[in-house]
């Protein structure tokens, strides 16, 4: 961690004070070269019997630790010889060609190691250096600048700690590109909602590699088989996926999943999300979870201060018409002169939601722009063969939308959207529980058991941008039609078949990429949740003053 802290101390802050950590290559190779000396082999002779004895000893993996200094090492290689003791560090890459041999956090590394040594009376004249890539060997100086610069490095982290305020992100630094925590960092983007002119590197958001495993036939069996999860489903036919590209998985219905498999994703700290058979959500397991205690705390605070949930819920809402009005800009089917009123009453009601002075008075705004919304959505339908059926004088047909119902939905457009809103849940948790945050404790909608407030809070500005957007895109694409819908005094559903499809359409937006409006970057919409759920945890620990929501154009 003082390693880390010389190098960033933004860094070792968000690995030692918040408990952050995500794998990358450099990581996986890093843990790869110190297998080699991971196996401790004998310990170190006492100094008295080091003195004594003139062969060579050398100690791996020898953890030591001080009170005085208030530090714990693990040392890689303990060299003693001719009564005194080389600490020996190893690391991955290629020796740098640096005036003093390797860069100051290395050597203040090497350099607290040395001193551990020393406070058990061991002599230790140098340390080194192994570069595992390049085969060479550098020798540390350990001076008096040296040593006094190590100390002062575990006394800085400490305190920064200590006063719980995390330092200021690295400004267009080189660091940053191969760092590890980059996307929980998010330096460039940190600066620049902080008013920088520089435009963010898109080094935080990285490929999708991983992808949702969702399960839907009936019947079906989630199985371990080695590094690759098995699916059994006598309808579909057996198929098997790698554990590595698997993000999430999600159960509809009656499928089960075998306890290997459950162990296994939960090592990997992958979750399982289990929905009905109609595509409600359920819950989530997963393993261990986030260890970033701090995060929750400032949640938790935030969320007993009426005053600061007041002020996120007008944003939220507003945030929410703001993308409503663009969903009917974009898609608006009929006469100019209704949009033209559609969009003015949103307008007025997201204007509104600056005055309210009270939460029960937001959702009544928010309540209002949503029948407006939904009067108007009819007239953002177009499935194939519209006109003919309008000929005919049978209007939409199955696809004719009043107005939102649920519980159950009683036609095909509102069961589609309720199916929407619960898988975008499910992805809204996963996201926040990744970051750290609880997602049952919210600051708009009322915590209740089993209820993922805060999902919920953050999922409003998303409704219509993903849920409501693939419902339209699926209608009026034909990508459902109306056979895929059964319907019975208890509601409208989608059949197997149709789900299937619909679920399908729903990820493959979560997979389309956007260009960020505050950014300028591109990312998928899938990734696009968990960066709002990390400036989220940024805007909660009080490093932004406003969380700041995405507004597409």
Not at 145 to 159: C, D, F, G, M, T
Not at 218 to 238: F, M, N, Y
Request: charged share 25%; hydrophobic share 40%; proline share 7%.
């Amino acid at each position: 961690m003082v390693n880390e802290f010389v190098y960033c101390p933004r860094l070792a802050y968000l690995m030692w004070g918040q408990a952050e950590w995500a794998e990358t290559g450099d990581t996986v190779d890093g843990r790869r070269v110190h297998a080699l000396v991971d196996r401790p082999n004998k310990p170190l002779p006492d100094p008295e019997a080091l003195e004594a004895d003139d062969n060579k000893v050398v100690s791996r993996s020898l953890t030591l630790s001080s009170e005085k200094l208030g530090v714990i090492a693990k040392i890689d290689i303990a060299e003693a010889e001719d009564g005194a003791v080389t600490p020996v560090d190893y690391k991955r890459g290629k020796r740098p060609h640096v005036a003093k041999g390797a860069y100051e956090p290395e050597r203040v590394q090497v350099c607290l190691q040395a001193l551990l040594l020393e406070e058990r009376g061991y002599k230790v004249e140098e340390g080194a250096i192994w570069y595992v890539e390049s085969r060479e060997r550098v020798r540390i100086v350990l001076d008096d600048e040296l040593r006094l610069a190590a100390r002062e490095a575990v006394s800085r982290l400490r305190l920064t700690v200590a006063h719980g305020r995390i330092p200021p992100p690295l400004s267009d630094s080189p660091k940053c590109p191969r760092c590890a925590l980059v996307s929980i960092c998010l330096p460039d983007e940190m600066r620049a909602l902080g008013g920088s002119d520089l435009a963010p590197r898109p080094i935080a958001i990285g490929a999708d590699e991983a992808l949702p495993l969702v399960v839907q036939s009936q019947r079906a069996r989630v199985s371990k088989e080695g590094e690759t999860l098995k699916v059994a489903d006598e309808e579909q036919g057996d198929t098997t996926v790698r554990l590595n590209d698997v993000s999430d998985v999600a159960l509809f219905g009656n499928v089960s999943i075998t306890t290997p498999a459950l162990a296994a994703l939960m090592d990997r700290e992958i979750p399982v999300a289990f929905h009905s058979h109609g595509g409600w959500f359920r819950g989530i397991a997963h393993g261990i979870g986030h260890r970033n205690v701090e995060v929750r705390t400032a949640q938790y605070q935030r969320s007993f201060d009426p005053t600061y949930c007041l002020a996120f819920a007008r944003d939220l809402v507003a945030a929410k018409i703001v993308n409503q009005r663009t969903i009917v800009r974009r898609n608006w089917r009929g006469d100019r002169e209704p949009r033209k009123a559609v969009l003015d009453r949103l307008n007025a009601a997201r204007r509104s939601t600056k005055r309210a002075t009270a939460v029960s008075a937001l959702l009544g705004l928010e309540g209002d722009a949503a029948a407006t919304y939904f009067r108007a959505y009819s007239d953002l339908l177009a499935p194939p063969g519209l006109k003919e059926s309008a000929e005919a004088g049978t209007g939409l047909a199955p696809f004719r939308f009043d107005a939102r119902n649920r519980r159950p939905p009683s036609d095909p457009v509102n069961a589609m959207l309720s199916l929407a809103y619960a898988m975008l849940t499910r992805h809204l948790t996963v996201a926040l529980a990744t970051v750290g945050l609880d997602p049952y404790r919210g600051f708009f909608h009322a915590p209740r058991y089993g209820k993922p407030a805060l999902a919920l809070d953050v999922m409003e500005p998303f409704r219509p941008i993903i849920a409501d957007s693939v419902v339209l895109s699926a209608v009026n694409t034909g990508e459902v039609s109306p056979r895929d819908f059964v319907s019975a005094p208890t509601g409208t559903s989608l059949t197997q078949a149709g789900r299937r499809r619909f679920v399908g359409a729903f990820e493959r937006r979560l997979s389309q990429e956007t260009t960020h409006p505050l950014f300028g970057y591109r990312l998928s919409m899938r990734r696009l949740l968990l960066l709002q759920a990390r400036l989220l945890c940024r805007h909660l620990l009080g490093e932004l003053p406003d969380y700041p929501h995405y507004l597409p154009r």
